[in-house]
Nanobody
């Protein structure tokens, strides 16, 4: 059974750091692009960061302007896990964070080797359950 599981979210003070994990089971995660998304109460889901598949575009990464310079996405292929290191956290980073993978569009599998920034939230087939990040003093 293919599963994604996020972990690492918690309450943290402004300026603090967290590392979120996205662990996969049932398939090899480095074969696919992985996106991190977040959704705050009353707001639409937004893309935070993504990483391309390990064998395409040198595993290129993308960051939303709001997190650039503060967040870092990375893979640990031995652990079949993607991480999101979040530093200098701000209250506006609060939200439910999800990871997603395996590109699919309109019910059909699509190429997995495009730049990850070319996949939107509607283009991923598998999602985790989310992990809550709250940044507050």
């Amino acid at each position: 059974q293919l599963q994604l599981r996020e972990s690492g979210g918690r309450l943290v003070q402004p300026g603090g750091s967290l590392r979120l994990s996205c662990a996969a089971s049932g398939f090899t995660l480095d074969y696919f692009p992985v996106g991190w998304f977040r959704q705050a109460p009353g707001k639409e889901r937004e893309g935070v960061s993504c990483i391309s598949s390990s064998d395409s575009h040198d595993g290129s990464t993308y960051y939303a302007d709001s997190v650039k310079g503060r967040f870092t996405i990375s893979r640990d292929n031995a652990k079949n896990t993607v991480y999101l290191q979040m530093n200098s956290l701000k209250p506006e980073d609060t939200g439910l964070y999800y990871c997603a993978t395996v590109p699919r569009r309109n019910g059909s599998w699509i190429r997995r080797d495009d730049y990850c920034s070319n996949y939107g939230s509607d283009d991923y087939a598998y999602w985790g359950q989310g992990t809550q990040v709250t940044v507050s003093s």
